[in-house]
Each structure stands twice: as C-alpha cells, then as structure tokens.
C-alpha cells in the first residue's frame, strides 16, 4: 500500500502553544510579490489601510501564490468588525449564521470574501476529551496569532501584508511548503476529534497539492476516520463536492482508499474487491481521472461545469456495475421499469440519510445508470437512434456516456458538452443581488414570483376576455 506520508525527521521543532511571536518572511526571502495578487483583492485591502484598519491576504490564496499557481480565491482577514466591513464597503452584504462574512461584490460575478480575525473554532473548545459530539456555537474575534492558530492545516495558515510585502508565519506553514508537507496545525489528535471534517480537509489538500501527510497526520486521520460519522450528513456532503469538482479526484480518491477513510465515507463499496489490482477500483480511478482532465481545462470565455449528481454517479458506478452487472442488461417495457425502481430504491439506501441528497438528485442519478447500456450498446451504430434522440434524458446520457467511453475506450469526452459561457470580468466594485430578488427581476418577496405579462393575450396562454 502507498501511503502517501513523510519521515518523522521533517517534523519542525515544537512551537509553545502560548507563544505569540511569528516567523516574518521578508518579500526577498519568498517568491509572492505584490502584482500577483488579484485587483479587487488589493483595492479591498487598500481600502481597509487607508481606514485605518488591518488587512492581510489569507489561507489558500497565500498558499497557492507561495507554489507558484493561480489562486482560485482571494481571501482576506482583517481587524475590522462586520459592521464596520459593511460601512466601508457599500457593495457587500454579510453572509453566516455562527460568524458573520462580509462578501464584497465586483462586476462580472468577483466576489472577495473578508472575515473578522477569529479567537477560535467552535470545534476547539475546552471540554472533556471523552464528549466528541459536534460542539455548539462560540466564535469570537481575535488576534492574527489566534486566527492562525484555529485554522486546519499549517500551509493554510499563513498571512501576507502589503505595507512591507512580508508573510508572517505563526505555525511552520511557510517550511512545510517548502518541504512539501500537509501537517493539522496542533494536535493532529485532539483536532480531528474535535472535528472530524478535518480528515477530508487534509486529505483534499494532499490530493492538489501532491505533498506528503506528515506521520501524525496520517496516523490521526487512520485512527479517527470513523468519527466522521458524527458530523452532519450536510457538511459530508458539501465537502465531498469539493473534492469531486477540485480537479483533483482521482488523486483524492487514491489517498482516501489507502486510508480506508473511502470505506467509512461510503461502507458499501467493502463488499466488492477494491484492491490495488482490482478491476473495481481501476474503474473508479479511471472515471474520476477523465473527470479531472476536463476541469483543469483553462478556457478564456467558458469553464467546464460538471454537475453534481454526475460525479456521484460516476462515483458509485463500479459498485451498481459490480452489483447489477449493469453494462450488460438489454431490458425493456416493465423489466426496464423493475430495474429503475430497483435501482433507485438503492441510491435511497446509500445516499439518502448518509448525505441528505434531494430527490431530484436520485432521480437523475437513477436515469444515468438504467440508460447507460443502451449508449453502450447504440453507440457501436453510424447514428443514434431517433427513439432515442426524442427521450427528454439524450442530452444528459449522452455526456455521462462520453465520460464512461473515455474511460473504457480512450476516445476524449467533448468538453463543449460540460461548457458554461463566463461573463467578462469587470474591476469596478457592484452591487451585491438583492436578498429577495427573482430570475425575472422582481424585487418582491423571495421565491415569490407574481403571474403578470404585459402581453395581450394574457397569462400563461389563456385569452383575455
């Protein structure tokens, strides 16, 4: 098995939990410089100095600047309260309920996202070790060495400043980087324990950046995996999302099989082979590949958008396949029927209560897999068949056939299938959308959507008298 971890001699020296001095990486000693950093992200930080506030570019941005890659985010922690974020900038609004975020808005769809300087999660308070149930509420502001400290993993953990371009340092974040190391800032124990969601976060990190789990970590994340049972099937699920669409999955997938943390994110894939030979698993792995090869795509005027229920299909599909033999069933009129129900009666058994998916989302995951072998089996013809073209799932089963014949057969999925055209960026700050606005521009009550038309012929087809 290869486990992706590090030696014990790479750990750093031991830092006091109480010291407050951070290590500062003058701007000669470190590859960030100030025209990296995102416009709207600098006019934010400018702002807050002129008004006498402290702002710093935080966590992912400065560790993706630091390696060299383009940060997908651009956030920034600041001394300012949300109440005096939403009076400076006008083109915000604040979001969350357990700590208040000042989103600022720009034209073409930029969001820079500014939080308040944090004392400490709400997943580490003091407590008995024996109480592991999610921890209630207490967020409170504090101070840059306090707000280091409560973060995940010491590359995310770092601080860049403007005035003298230098990152400051309080948890060893900038030496891991340079040694290629994913490291839980604190006690790897106590801090997967006192929340479990953790383990994914490292593992997702792991997954972008290559680097090695340091032996701690790893025997944290072995040791605790179970515990992410305890943790709301909301916040699974949303994690899991992330490591599905950061272009990153395979790579993912791979760790979190060698550390069985697979296995307890989804217990009935133990029933089939998955070992490193397995047919199985070469699936999964293959599938999840071709799913990253089309969202690293770089595209000027599009991105690639795959949805969600899709990589859960994809994601459960070796197993169906294993469990069903699915790619070899010809069925049709009620035995096609049986099958659906079947098959949608297990996607309620593995993802309804473990990850609070809607309905909608099983129902489509259900149409992917019970038209799959007919893909497979027309696609050997010069056409589609026209019965075929007609069904109201061609669209959708046509690219999820394009990913599973990437796989089996090499032929490369079309991206412009998973195309959404990007509106062009603007650097002019814009007002956020309004809380109760709908798709037709009403300003009206939210989700409320009054049945007028100013044609003559009246509303929703019926004549007028």
């Keep these: 098995m290869n486990i ?19 290590v500062i990486i003058q701007e000669h000693d470190h590859p960030i410089r100030l025209h990296d950093l995102d416009k709207e992200a600098l006019k934010v930080l400018y702002r807050l100095r002129d008004a006498g506030h402290s702002g710093y570019l935080v966590g992912g941005g400065v560790r993706d600047l630091y390696l060299g890659k383009q940060p997908k985010d651009f956030d920034i922690s600041t001394d300012a309260r949300p109440g005096q974020l939403r009076k400076l900038f006008r083109n915000s ?27 400490q999660s709400e997943y580490d308070i003091d407590r008995p070790d024996d109480e592991i149930e999610v921890l209630p509420a207490n967020n409170t502001f504090g101070t840059l060495a306090e707000d280091a400290k409560r973060r995940d993993l010491t590359i995310n953990s770092l601080f860049y400043e403007i005035e003298n371009r230098t990152i400051i340092d309080y948890v060893g974040g900038v030496r891991d980087l340079d040694q290629g190391i994913i490291r839980i800032a604190g006690d790897p124990d106590r801090r997967v324990t006192r929340d479990p969601v953790r383990i994914m976060r490292t593992v997702r990190h792991a997954a972008r950046t290559g680097f090695c789990i340091e032996p701690a970590t790893w025997k944290a994340i072995v040791a605790n995996r179970e515990k992410i049972r305890l943790c709301p099937p909301s916040r699974i699920r949303d994690e899991l999302f992330k490591d599905l669409h950061s272009g990153s999955s395979e790579p993912w997938a791979r760790i979190a099989l060698d550390s069985s943390l697979f296995f307890t994110l989804f217990p009935w894939y133990a029933e089939i082979p998955m070992e490193e030979d397995s047919p199985h698993r070469r699936m999964l792995l293959s599938l999840l590949a071709v799913v990253d090869r089309l969202l690293k795509r770089q595209v000027h005027d ?3 958008e795959i949805p969600d229920y899709m990589l859960l299909t994809l994601l459960v599909m070796p197993w169906v396949n294993a469990r069903f033999d699915l790619l070899r069933q010809r069925l049709k009129g009620s035995a096609h029927y049986q099958f659906s129900r079947e098959i949608r009666r297990t996607l309620d058994e593995l993802f309804g209560e473990h990850f609070n998916l809607k309905r909608g989302a099983k129902d489509s995951m259900t149409t992917l897999l019970v038209n799959l072998p007919s893909f497979e089996q027309f696609s050997r013809h010069s056409s589609w068949p026209n019965w075929l073209q007609k069904k109201s799932y061609f669209r959708d089963g046509l690219r999820f056939f394009s990913l599973y014949r990437e796989t089996m057969e090499g032929a490369p999925a079309d991206e412009q299938q998973f195309a959404v055209a990007v509106a062009a960026a603007g650097h002019d700050f814009f007002p956020p959308p309004e809380t109760g606005a709908v798709e037709n521009g009403s300003t009206g009550r939210k989700g409320f959507r009054p049945a007028f038309t100013r044609r003559k012929r009246g509303v929703f087809g019926l004549r007028n008298k």
């Excluded at 000042?102 to 004392?119: D, H, M, P, W």
Aim: proline fraction near 10%.
């Design 4 to 22: 992706p971890i590090g030696p014990d001699s790479e750990q750093p020296p031991e830092r006091s939990s109480t010291a407050v001095d951070p």
């Design 302 to 304: 599009y991105r690639i």
């Design 93 to 119: 609004r604040t979001i969350g309920r357990r700590f208040r975020l000042v989103q600022v808005y720009f034209r073409g769809g930029k969001i820079i996202e500014v939080s308040t300087l944090r004392s």
